[in-house]
């Protein structure tokens, strides 16, 4: 038996290698490491532009009767801060580190389609930038990022914003189409041979039900978005209720996508998770059967959830009772995966890198964002607190204190691997306790505000309700909090960046493929891959003795 | 309220069931030697298709309650079939190589054809018995209106509910055959059982959304409750048929995956050739 | 898998089918589930649509039996029979085409009301997707005309794949907006 194995891809099918490195080889690049950067960039400077959105909407609620920028103007800032957000920050930053890793992960020195890989980056970008255009052609889309009929409608919105929404969401639909379905192929067809599709490290696992996940999702979404875009642009009635349409429709088609969406930004955060904190507990994932498991229970049962999204729309009894009880049913999937972590935490050597501070600040927020989840499935919760600070809350510490900070312990993990740099420990634990400390300032006294009744998306209140103005200023500085993290964060990127390369390619012990190249990997990943015969290959490659149990 | 008299007047069980019931059990218990958990399997098949055909449940339905004919559309289609596969012991005749039936032999080959029967056995079934409560009823059901001399009362309740547990054990043997290396793959039987669940979701959806379009009467309590023993109004009945087969019906496929998966992952293929040999001498 | 072209092309039908269906329940929720009539079903005319779905059919038969004869290194017979599946798809976007401009001379439009909107759009996009899978066995004709054979044989695979579901999307839509209607 050969410790290696020859890779069986023709030297063709790489791009060429050349010293190079101008922007016209990143421009026209099909290479999945120069792809998942720029998506990683993208992620960047959209997150820039979406919490400089939300420190003006924080401005201007962080005292009653105030009147800091316009009503019409608040409305487009929190449109699109809400789709920034979603679609053009969590979305890229986690497909781009499932495009980066995905191939190494598994051995692989390509994804299956790179143009394919291209185009859906491009695609991504293109809509994005498209939707930020509609600031300079009228004003942008206004009416929320779930867009509800009819006020979206040409009769009420009468501005091209929310055109360039629709259009720009059904561009980086189609590219995160293609992402998925490339993601499911390369995972099905270029994995090493050693590699069985039950060897998979748990991140590579998560995106590919992730993949599948986005296949169903976005064409619903799609088909909702192009059906309103025939409303806006050629009269067409499909959501007008004055002219026989439905505006109930519109809402089915859309959480019946943004439910499993909640789930495609959940995942693979997941799938984060689990490869951080087992490196930094120096433990195996405790049941990686059952994380692996309950991940595709989540994705099926994400698209029998929806209808609790629309608790307030007037559905009978019947219908709300039985989508809280499998709204209930999916918390069940995601306790067990949060117990399997917090298994693999139990008797480790436990190292506090920033990585790792951020993997256990996911599993606290996003456990608070999972309960206040729970308490929505119950339906007198719902009507009561529906459509008040208390969702607001809710979503944040889902996306922020969940996908965002697993996107955080991702990104200081795999930065060596990325770049062949360390980012800084001290600054890293700066901008991890202002961030987390402001996070939880700013979103906690929320669910109070929620309960209080204040709604969201309101411009102003009045400053005599006193306990609103205090709350809500509260709320405000830790939003500062948050914004003076990511300066620090943004610091420790450029003065990291200028530093020389001195990262070796395994620097945490990790067991996973992607650290058997060097750091940062050649442009061609593999010149050989390790044989593998468990899910830990290089923990068998460095402890021969003590090998995991085979599994091919 | 719920009548409860109804449930326990002795005449409304089938006596004839009953005995037939425990003969086949006896039956069973005496000529097969199976594990505990088989047994068990058996028996609660038996009693659910007991349930289904004999009891006073089952003649609910002449009260023209929809949900109640989709809830023996789903234990018989989709809840039963499993069971009573996974009691049956692999060596039967049926499954051996004696017997030359193809589709049993290499149920494999066969996945597409069976999950398109069932998928047309199931929507197919549903609308004809929709039609017949509604022929029987002279209600509106499922968007269905039906006279009383319709062709479809010709066709009887029961040959529905057969065929409809035939389709659902064929359905269910590519992944459940108790021969196990008859199986379709695990993932493949996953997603075998996911793409029949959109098809579950889908009828679940339309039976669901029918709700509203009878507006008036549907909403009347005493519409109904005069007369069943179960009292639901015309609509709260057609959403509970509709959810009945939307939600548990795909959580039953889940949690079908999520079995398959959890064994498929400790799988180890030179153990399981290397068990595979030992059996074989 | 190992044929890595016709698995993507799998899947990506695995997504257009939850487009479709989208599209889908559009029609039938508006027909089914309001208390509208249907205005545009009975400007349809089922017997002409169900002529032109022959020929979409028979342009998916002359698909297989043309990848028979690929299979065959029959080149000859390749040839011809692509051909004539591109020439019977595009006389079933003919007759799209005609009687879109039947409906629009009867002041059938888009913009009606909800009736003609789903069913415009709904067909719409069916006959776009043909479109697309004209062009892409236009393609694979041309190549195969030169000397790229070894391309059209991995690339066949999926356009294949992709013209059948076409195919069968039409019986559906074909199903829901004009025979419903009828029964």
């Known amino acids: 038996m050969s410790l290696f194995i020859n890779i069986q891809e023709g030297e063709d099918q790489l791009p060429e290698v050349t010293s190079d490195k101008g922007r016209l080889l990143w421009i026209s690049s099909v290479d999945h490491k120069q792809l998942g950067i720029m998506y990683l960039w993208l992620a960047l400077f959209f997150f820039i532009i979406g919490g400089l959105e939300a420190m003006l909407i924080r401005a201007q609620l962080a005292v009653g009767d105030n009147d800091l920028i316009s009503p019409e103007f608040y409305n487009q800032l929190f449109t699109m801060h809400g789709t920034t957000m979603i679609f053009l920050v969590l979305m890229p930053a986690l497909i781009g580190l499932a495009t980066y890793l995905i191939p190494l992960m598994i051995g692989a020195n390509e994804m299956a389609f790179p143009r394919l890989n291209a185009f859906s980056f491009w695609m991504t970008c293109l809509g994005g930038f498209l939707m930020y255009f509609s600031f300079f052609a009228g004003g942008a889309p206004d009416a929320g990022w779930f867009n509800y009929a009819p006020l979206s409608e040409s009769n009420y919105s009468s501005t091209q914003g929310v055109d360039y929404y629709l259009v720009g969401l059904i561009l980086t639909g189609m590219g995160s189409i293609g992402a998925g379905l490339n993601f499911v192929t390369t995972i099905l067809t270029l994995r090493s041979p050693d590699i069985k599709l039950n060897m998979l490290p748990l991140f590579a696992w998560m995106i590919f039900i992730n993949g599948f996940l986005i296949l169903a999702a976005f064409p619903l979404l799609n088909a909702g978005l192009f059906m309103m875009l025939i409303d806006r642009q050629f009269d067409a009635h499909f959501f007008i209720p004055s002219s026989g349409g439905s505006a109930i429709l519109w809402q089915h088609f859309f959480w019946s996508f943004g439910h499993p969406e909640v789930y495609i930004l959940a995942l693979p955060a997941f799938g984060i998770i689990s490869e951080v904190i087992p490196v930094f507990s120096r433990n195996k994932i405790f049941g990686y059967k059952f994380v692996a498991a309950s991940t595709v229970a989540i994705a099926l049962l994400a698209f029998g959830v929806w209808v609790h999204h629309m608790f307030a729309v007037g559905m009978t009894n019947t219908v709300n009772g039985f989508f809280a009880a499998s709204s209930m049913l999916i918390g069940i999937p995601t306790g067990v995966k949060v117990i399997n972590w917090i298994g693999t935490l139990y008797k480790g050597s436990i190292r506090m890198t920033v990585s790792m501070m951020f993997a256990v600040a996911f599993l606290i927020d996003f456990t608070i964002g999972g309960l206040s989840g729970a308490s929505f499935a119950i339906v007198p919760i719902d009507w009561q607190l529906t459509d008040t600070y208390y969702v607001v809350a809710h979503i944040h510490y889902v996306f922020l204190g969940g996908t965002a900070f697993g996107i955080f312990a991702g990104i200081y993990y795999w930065f060596p691997k990325i770049s062949g740099r360390f980012l800084s420990e001290k600054l890293g634990k700066w901008h991890l306790w202002l961030f987390v400390i402001g996070f939880n300032f700013t979103f906690l006294v929320q669910h109070v505000l929620g309960i209080l009744g204040m709604p969201r998306r309101i411009y102003t209140y009045p400053s005599r309700f006193g306990s609103w103005e205090i709350f809500n200023m509260i709320s405000t500085l830790g939003a500062v909090m948050m914004f003076v993290a990511i300066a620090v964060f943004l610091w420790n990127l450029f003065i990291t960046l200028k530093k020389p390369r001195t990262a070796p390619k395994n620097p945490w012990e990790a067991w996973t493929l992607e650290w058997a190249t060097n750091s940062p990997p050649d442009l061609k990943n593999f010149e050989e891959v390790p044989r593998v015969h468990s899910r830990r290959p290089l923990w068998d490659l460095a402890n021969p003795d003590n090998p995991d149990k085979r599994l091919n | 309220m719920i009548n409860t008299d109804f449930f326990i007047t002795p005449d409304n069980w089938s006596f004839a069931g009953i005995i037939l019931s425990v003969l086949v059990i006896a039956a069973y218990l005496l000529f097969l030697k199976t594990k505990t958990s088989q047994k068990a399997y058996f028996i609660v098949t038996v009693t659910l298709l007991y349930v289904s055909f004999g009891s006073p449940i089952a003649l609910l339905r002449d009260y023209g309650l929809h949900s109640l004919t989709m809830l023996q559309h789903i234990v018989l289609l989709m809840i039963a079939p499993i069971l009573f596969l996974k009691s049956i012991p692999s060596n039967t005749i049926l499954f051996s190589e004696k017997f030359k039936l193809n589709i049993l032999q290499q149920p494999k080959n066969y996945y597409l054809m069976f999950w398109w029967l069932s998928a047309v056995m199931m929507w197919g079934g549903h609308f004809l018995s929709a039609g017949i409560l509604s022929a029987e009823t002279g209600t509106a059901i499922c968007g269905i209106t039906a006279t009383k001399d319709s062709w479809i009362t010709a066709i009887p309740e029961s040959l529905i509910l057969s065929l409809l547990f035939i389709a659902g054990i064929l359905f269910a043997l590519p992944v459940f055959n108790p021969v196990k290396s008859k199986r379709i793959a695990p993932l493949k039987s996953v997603i075998y059982l996911f793409t029949a669940c959109v098809s579950c979701s889908l009828l679940g959806l339309y039976v669901a959304f029918s709700a509203s379009t009878d507006t008036l009467n549907s909403s009347l309590t005493a519409f109904t409750t005069l007369r069943s023993p179960v009292p639901l109004t015309l609509r709260a009945d057609q959403e509970l048929a509709g959810m009945l087969m939307w939600v548990p019906g795909c959580i039953l496929y889940v949690l079908a995956s999520v079995s398959i998966l959890l064994s498929w992952y400790e799988e180890n293929p030179v153990e399981k050739s290397e068990t595979a040999i030992h059996t074989a001498k | ?183």
């Open chain 3, 1 to 183: 898998m190992k044929d890595k072209g016709k698995l993507l092309m799998l899947l990506m039908i695995g997504s257009e089918t939850f487009f479709f269906i989208a599209l889908i329940i559009g029609y039938v929720y508006y027909r089914n589930f309001t208390e509208a009539t249907d205005t545009v079903a009975q400007h349809l005319d089922a017997v002409r649509a169900g002529i032109f779905t022959l020929f979409l059919i028979a342009s998916s038969g002359t698909l297989m039996i043309s990848k028979r004869a690929l299979n065959k290194e029959n080149f000859k017979g390749f040839n011809i029979f692509l051909l004539l599946s591109i020439v019977l798809g595009i006389v079933f976007i003919t007759g799209q085409v005609t009687e879109y401009i039947g409906l629009y001379q009867e002041q059938i439009t888009l913009s009606k009301d909800v009736f003609g909107s789903s069913f415009f759009t709904l067909t719409g996009f069916h006959g776009f997707h043909v479109i697309l899978g004209i062009l892409a066995l236009l393609i694979l004709l041309i190549m195969s005309l030169g000397k790229l054979r070894r391309v059209s044989i991995a690339g066949f695979g999926g356009v294949e794949v992709y013209w059948h579901f076409v195919d069968v999307v039409w019986l559906f839509v074909f199903y829901f907006v004009y025979i419903t209607p009828l029964l």
